[in-house]
């Protein structure tokens, strides 16, 4: 497999599981921030020049290629370094379960219902459609979480790295946590590992900057409807 050499960030946006993953299996990228408003890199280019879908996550390869799509870009992480145990082996039934949950994170909780609450474009019948659904959608992962600590049993994997990101930005988009104890109780678990420090410390900053400059909103969580 190709070494990645950079890694495309907006800070605490959809990339921030792609960032935990990297940090977790000790995989050494630039880590490049896109201007979530310009699409600028910090040294000038447009990163449109390097992902023409203007989305993060991407992963730019030693070949030259670069690769996008989350569910992509975390099981190639994964597979870089197969020892770091952040995806069960190609050809098992565990795999597929790892796909299963990357693709209902990615589909019914990511872009259904956070990307939609996250967006200052988004007409108010879409967010208040976004968020009436949104409890349905969050449920599912809950009642999973209620019987084992990670969302393939007892292997924290990088499905937990795409989940444990929606569920720590879902109160600020409006979704409270409080029906589910088993999702805050998910949440502070995984919180403690090392990873997670260390990718808050080096996103937290570039998201304040951001915020002080007026691109990214200040960081407060929104009450949901009474
Ligand atoms: N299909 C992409 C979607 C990723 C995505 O929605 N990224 C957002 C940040 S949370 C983004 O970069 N949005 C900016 C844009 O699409 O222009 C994936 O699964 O990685």
């Known amino acids: 497999m190709e070494r990645p050499t950079d890694l495309y960030i907006s800070p ?48 730019s390869l030693e070949d030259g290629s670069v690769l996008t799509e989350s569910a992509a870009v975390l099981q190639y992480i994964a597979d870089l370094v197969p020892d770091a145990n952040l995806a069960p082996a190609w050809g098992t039934p565990a795999r597929y379960r790892l796909i299963e949950w990357i693709n209902f994170v990615s589909t019914e909780l990511h872009k259904k219902h956070l990307s939609v609450l996250f967006s200052s474009r988004a007409p108010a019948p879409v967010t208040e459609w976004a968020l009436s659904g949104a409890a349905a959608s969050f449920a599912h992962p809950a009642r999973h979480l209620e019987t084992q600590p990670y969302l393939l049993g007892h292997t924290f994997t990088v499905a937990d790295c795409y989940l444990f990101w929606a569920v720590l930005v879902a109160p600020y988009g409006g979704i409270s946590l409080e029906p589910w104890p088993s999702l805050r109780a998910y949440v502070e678990r995984i919180q403690q590992r090392p990873s997670v420090t260390r990718a808050l410390s080096l996103e937290m900053p570039l998201y304040r900057a951001e915020t002080a400059a007026g691109t990214a909103p200040p960081l407060r969580p929104v009450a949901p409807p009474a």
């Open 12 to 59: 605490l946006s959809g990339s921030f599981p792609a960032h935990l993953a990297c940090l977790e299996v000790d995989l050494a990228v630039r880590v490049q921030r896109v201007d979530r408003k310009t699409k600028l890199l910090d040294d000038g280019r447009d990163y449109r020049s390097i992902a023409p879908k203007g989305a993060v996550p991407a992963l």
